[in-house]
């Protein structure tokens, strides 16, 4: 049987998931196929939502015809997704310098449809720049992009408890690296074995994905199975790992 893993174990530090994940797509007005960048976790978790939906714990156990429905369906929402926000960033005109974060807007709805919450932000605010976050204590610079660190704003109230949040959990990331031995310590920038698949700054951004979904209230989180007891295949050929600027 392949390897399965719940979003909880998706989201540790340790997880052996990639930095990130391309789809590719095509839209009105493209000449050519085109893709977009999004972190595996925000994927897994829109699998595991509509596994859960349809009443599947594990992945691994699906029949095959149904197995290749699900998945091509998933692929077609998230496509669909894609294919909206262009839609909006054409109505609205943007400059290309905007034109460039798309990748990010995208991102911002898949999340909030995770979170079955109609999306705050208008589409012209897609050009956001991360937030970036020194965390003193976890001796860590990361960034986080702008669709993450504005829900944490929505949850926590303003931003000095969001940013003190996201600082709590570097910290607890870099406790949970050392107890597991990833940290490597002849170039602490390297995390050992399967832990070094992702950046710093990702698995931040997992933990606090995961911590949206646990807080949410969706339906399928008191389901059964829920969302976060829904077992999940990777989908290997999607991930990508980010080498010297190119990917691998």
Sequence with gaps: MPEVYTLTELASPTSPIYSTMSISYSHPGSESASSFSLPPFLFYAYKAKRLASLGFDDEAKVEESSFFLVRD???KELRDIAK?????????????????????????????SVLSEKEPMDISLC?????????????????????IFRR????????????????????????????AGAINHENPRRLNGPAGNSS??????????LSFIKMSNIRELRASPGILEVKMMRDIKLETRVRGGRKS
């Design 73 to 75: 369906a998933i692929l």
């Design 84 to 112: 909206s926000v262009h839609r909006d960033v054409a109505k609205a005109n943007l400059s290309d310098d905007m034109k460039s974060y798309i990748s990010a807007a995208i991102q911002s709805r898949i999340l909030y």
């Design 127 to 147: 050009n956001t720049s991360s937030v970036p976050i020194n965390s003193v204590k976890a001796k860590k610079n990361i960034t986080v992009p702008f669709y």
């Design 152 to 179: 944490m704003v929505e949850i926590f109230g303003d931003e000095a408890a969001a940013r003190q949040q996201i600082h709590s959990v570097v910290f607890n990331i870099s406790e949970e690296l050392k107890a």
């Design 200 to 209: 710093w700054a990702r698995k931040a951004h997992n933990a606090l994905m």
